[in-house]
């Protein structure tokens, strides 16, 4: 029997097998980005519960805001086409008043001024408002000094918003404030997209969950939790798919139910080509495997493809590698399927309170937080320390190329939130 020789150690961990080619992140965002459409449907919506729900139809406002021209202050409003030189000004007072809810009937004859106060419609005669703190009155006329601009405490009629203006877009996520701006244009109701089923399933027979008795080489499910928590922080339907074990004819069962209620599925651990790696396996047998490795620290491994019609994103065991491909790649491609179109992760440039040099060839993502206006990093880059994710508050991300920071290098900084 042939003597066995052992193979030369490498260098890298993560030396590329011979053959194998990497994915660059954007060159798998881009795939992504083309071929993922909304599948969520449309239903209506009232206003009143449409919060982080995303539209689904353009909204045109049903009337102008403000409706009408009004008082910006509480004062008395005249024409300033009455007044002659810089003042001082005395004006007689017409009878009455104009309120918020309550407007003046009349017209206020040239030279004349009129009671008025904050958001009441100015009355025919009424383009200009002296301040009540800038004036004196007997109650029969007032005076004021000047000079005094046209228009001044005065809003304008649709100076907001005009009648049948585009006010939001397909796509939006919608804000409390956008609930406001919808009602104040008469806006009661919207067509939105239904909220988007994500499904979450864990692999591997080593796992149990947390409160259970762990027994010699099993681990606490951390991933699932995590995943599902990320889901409903990002206003998804989070659904816990459970736990799969290593058997590839179980996996398979599992996501044909899950195929049936779920809109998307995130999977982790089984996503490489090891021998209990069935999640990339089973997409690579329905021939729905898109990719699988990817130029990125940490998440090399990442198996993305479709199971009965429904997208699959088979993210790295490894709970930091997992969390940083949600991220990364299920983030934008989740918006997508939801109806909120792509989005690009959104970051700023701050100064570094960290020393790195990177080699060419990866996009590399490192735990970090923004201490007295400087960037720090996590002391390990270990996929594995959960720790890092939880003191972390977002990410640094350092190109693909060779990269050398020293301290205040600008690094770019994209906080959790962003995502």
């Known amino acids: 029997m ?63 805001h403000p409706p009408d021209a009004n008082s910006a202050v ?30 003046f009937s009349g017209s206020v004859p040239q030279g004349s001024a009129l009671r008025i106060l904050t958001g009441a419609a100015l009355p025919a005669g009424v383009d200009t408002v002296v301040l009540e703190e800038d004036m004196n009155s007997d109650g029969l006329a007032i ?6 601009k046209a228009g001044s405490n005065a809003r304008k009629g649709g100076e907001d918003v005009q009648r049948g203006e585009t006010i939001l877009h397909t796509g939006r996520r919608l804000t409390p404030a956008d609930t406001a701006l919808l009602s104040a244009v008469g806006v009661a109701q919207v067509q939105v997209f239904r909220t988007l089923k994500v499904g979450v399933l864990s692999t591997g027979d080593e796992l149990v969950e947390a409160g259970e008795i762990a027994e010699a080489g099993q681990i606490y499910d951390a991933n699932r939790p995590m ?36 809109d998307a599925i995130l999977t982790s651990g089984g996503a490489s080509a090891g021998d209990e790696d069935h999640m990339s396996a089973l997409l690579q047998e329905t021939g729905s495997l898109a990719m699988w490795r990817i130029a990125l620290k940490p998440g090399r491994p990442l198996a993305l ?20 491909c949600t991220l990364i790649f299920a983030r934008p491609a989740l918006n997508a ?37 400087r960037v720090e990093t996590f002391a390990s880059e270990g996929s594995g320390r959960i720790s ?10 350092l190109p693909d190329g060779n990269v050398e920071i020293t301290q205040d290098t600008l690094v770019r900084y994209i906080p959790y939130d962003l995502f």
């Open 2 to 64: 042939a003597k066995l020789t052992a193979p030369k150690l490498t260098n890298d961990c993560f030396a590329l097998p011979a053959g194998v080619d990497w994915t660059p992140v954007d060159t798998a965002l881009s795939m992504l980005r083309d071929r993922l459409k909304t599948v969520a449907p449309e239903q209506g919506c009232a206003v009143s519960e449409a919060c982080d729900l995303i539209l689904a139809r353009d909204v045109v406002a049903m009337r102008a």
């Open 74 to 103: 509480d004062g008395y409003g005249f024409a300033h086409a009455a007044l002659q030189g810089d003042g001082p000004y005395e004006l007689p007072l017409v009878q009455g008043r104009a309120a918020a809810g309550g407007p």
């Open 143 to 148: 005076a004021f000094n000047g000079p005094i």
């Open 227 to 262: 995943l599902l928590a990320q889901l409903r922080r990002w206003g998804f339907e989070a659904i816990d798919l459970g736990k799969a074990p290593d058997t590839r004819v179980v996996l398979s069962d599992m996501l044909d139910e899950a195929a049936q209620s779920c």
């Open 305 to 324: 493809g479709m199971w009965g019609g429904v997208p699959v994103f088979g993210l790295p065991g490894n709970p930091v590698a997992a969390l940083v």
């Open 337 to 373: 399927l939801a109806g909120a179109g792509w989005t690009e992760r959104q970051g700023f440039m701050v100064p570094a309170a960290f020393e790195k040099r990177k080699k060419a060839g990866r996009r590399e993502f490192l735990r970090a937080r923004i201490r007295e206006g």
């Open 388 to 397: 890092g994710l939880s003191w972390a508050e977002g990410l640094v991300e």
